[in-house]
């Protein structure tokens, strides 16, 4: 019998887990997703919740490490645990699928270290080619900022296989698009060329309910969707015609509803059928009363929802 994540997967979405939670890992790969994402909130919600101690208290107890470094050495050590679950798909795909994502510091923009832009670009291109160093299933996270965006074409003519997240809108996805393609056209070759565009769906709601409240009440909670399926449509178009190898593709990103009357599955449903969703565990998880009963998100997909493409 087909599982409810493989009904999701059977409407030609890839399924990544927004997060890298060891234990969630391995019941989540054996679900069907083929990827995952980190960030630096989730690391910090595992050494809270103790899931590090050991590894922690003996990165402490190394000679020469500042706190900054214990902290990214552990970051390391759990998205290297993750990859090693998705190997087997990076491998049966060819380079199409099975990578984690590790997000770079964050810090780069914070507006009290007042860093001038060239030194946040230099630092992203730095960064950047660190933590990718020797790794074929992990993908640069890198954040759609001026100095993320001017970043990216450095990287990933150093071949760097990018994720560019928090993205909400046209002008940075295309930014981000011709500065990727500029930088891929500088290698020697297209072969193991992979991107990513991380498109944020529900926070627009949330930013659009605030912002412009003239909006009509059947137009409101629709802007991230219909935004989403834009992106998305902008992307099938642009690299259609580059032929490379391996798919550039969008992920959907930030699905979690953040109304209470919000159906958890509504934006799961809305863009199931292409390409990538990183949908958090609980939204996965969600009751919902929304067809036949109580179900959760994974039994309204398998009950057939979400069939149609962005």
């Known amino acids: 019998m087909t599982s409810p994540l493989q009904s999701l997967v059977a409407t030609g979405t890839k399924l990544w887990l927004d997060s890298v939670d060891p234990q969630l890992v391995k019941s989540n790969r054996a ?4 990827g995952a994402t980190s960030n630096p909130i989730i690391i910090s919600d595992l050494i809270k919740a103790g899931e590090f101690d050991q590894e922690l208290d003996a990165l402490l ?5 500042s706190d900054e470094e214990v902290a990214w050495r552990l970051t390391d050590r759990v998205v290297r645990t993750a990859q090693e679950v998705f190997r087997p798909v990076r491998e049966s795909t060819e380079g199409d699928d099975g990578y984690v994502s590790f997000e770079l510091d964050p810090l780069i923009e914070d507006p009290d270290r007042d860093m001038p832009h ?3 670009v230099a630092r992203y291109v730095e960064l950047g080619s660190q933590w990718s160093k020797g790794h074929d299933n992990r993908m ?4 759609a900022t001026p100095a993320g965006l001017e970043a990216l074409e450095a990287l990933c003519a150093g071949g760097v296989t990018l994720n560019v997240t928090l993205i909400f809108s046209m002008r940075q996805y295309e930014a981000a698009r011709e500065a990727i393609w500029r930088g891929a056209q500088r290698r020697k070759s297209l072969e193991r060329f992979k991107s990513v565009y991380s498109i944020f769906v529900s926070r627009v709601d949330v930013y659009t309910e605030k912002h412009v409240p003239e909006l009509s009440q059947g137009a409101q909670g629709q802007v991230g969707i219909v935004n989403a399926k834009q992106l998305w449509r902008s992307n099938q178009q642009f690299w259609s015609g580059r032929r490379t190898p391996l798919r550039q593709e969008i992920i959907f990103a930030s699905t979690g509803t ?14 199931a059928g ?4 990183t949908n958090p565990p609980a939204t996965n998880d969600a009751p919902s009363t929304a067809r036949n009963g109580p179900a959760s998100v994974r039994q309204v997909l398998a009950a057939g929802g979400g069939t149609d493409a962005p």
């Not at 679900?31 to 083929?34: N, S, V, Y």
């Not at 640069?140 to 954040?143: D, G, S």
């Open 31 to 34: 679900l069907g997703a083929t």
């Open 61 to 65: 107890h190394e000679k020469g490490l």
């Open 258 to 271: 953040k109304k209470p009357e919000d159906p958890p599955w509504k934006y799961v449903d809305a863009l």
């Open 118 to 120: 060239r030194e946040r």
């Open 140 to 143: 640069i996270k890198v954040p």
């Open 274 to 277: 292409s390409d990538i969703q």
